[in-house]
């Protein structure tokens, strides 16, 4: 609805930047997904004649801490879609590619700060906003028809889940109970994350790949 303050009518906008982040009324990524690849290119085209001339290691290295974080600025809070991850991922092989060199896998570049912020969250006190507003629902008890809109707090369960499978792949569930037995446990994220050794040791699991 309409919100007038002081006589003045708040324009209504569908999509608006905020400390360098663009928000959209739907909560869809598509159009700060399309700023982080324009900023990738841009800080890659910054650096693109030293980069060619250079050897592979210091190549990989001038890519890892410009173009990336450009590319993943804001992305701790991001509830990114499959096509939203694809779309980084071509424009960061283009880089990759042009540079001769193999490309990082975006989706572990974004899970990864995105656990280390939802650490950083879980052990907040709760008079803190950035706590108050990981567990707020803004929708209430109702849930609409068909499928809910994916919430910031499903990418940290889901990585949980991850992490378990690839641990019991490696046949690592028995063993180290403080490590992994709270998430054997299922309990939840933002309990999981008080644990710092548990919570780096997940972290440390997508960053190795494993």
């Known amino acids: 609805s309409d919100i007038d303050i002081l006589n003045t009518r708040i324009e209504i906008s569908q999509k608006v930047k905020y400390l360098g982040r663009t928000f959209a009324d739907d909560g869809s990524l598509t159009e700060e997904v399309a700023r982080r690849i324009r900023a990738g290119w841009a800080a890659f085209n910054a650096i693109r004649r030293e980069l060619l001339q250079s050897p592979q290691k210091t190549r990989i290295r001038l890519l890892t801490t410009t173009v990336i974080p450009a590319m993943t600025y804001g992305c701790e809070t991001w ?30 570049q974004v899970l990864r700060r995105k656990l280390k912020w939802a650490g950083h969250v879980s052990r907040m006190k709760y008079d803190r906003w950035a706590k108050i507003v990981s567990e707020w629902d803004p929708r209430g008890s109702a849930r609409p028809r068909g499928r809910p809109p994916k919430r910031w707090a499903d990418d940290i369960k889901d990585s949980i889940k991850i992490f378990i499978h690839n641990e019991a792949l490696r046949g690592n ?27 780096r040791s997940l972290v440390r699991s997508i960053q190795d790949g494993n």
């Open 173 to 199: 569930l028995g063993h180290g109970r403080r490590r992994i037995g709270i998430l054997e446990a299922r309990r939840a994220w933002s309990t999981v994350g008080r644990d710092r050794v548990t919570w």
């Open 79 to 108: 509830t990114s879609k499959e096509a939203d991850t694809k779309r980084l991922q071509r424009a960061v092989s283009n880089m990759f590619e042009i540079a001769g060199c193999d490309p990082p896998d975006m989706e572990k």
